[in-house]
């Protein structure tokens, strides 16, 4: 292989490690991004403290 073609090949492999990388941290934010919403909204959640004491058990 000669020198152009070798410098061309790690030229792509180092543009795909870099697109690689960063759709990674877009997934990674996006995950984060829905955490956070999931813990907000679990938060503001309105709970019952009644529910679940009473059992009726007739047949």
Do not use: C, Y
Request: glycine share 6%; no cysteine.
């Amino acid at each position: 292989m000669d020198i152009a073609g070798l410098s061309v090949a790690m030229s792509q492999s180092k543009v795909q490690d870099a697109a690689s990388l960063a759709v990674m941290k877009l997934a990674m934010n996006t995950g984060k991004e829905n955490a956070a919403q999931m813990t907000e909204m679990l938060q503001s959640a309105a709970v019952d403290l009644n529910r679940g004491q009473h059992l009726d058990v007739r047949a």
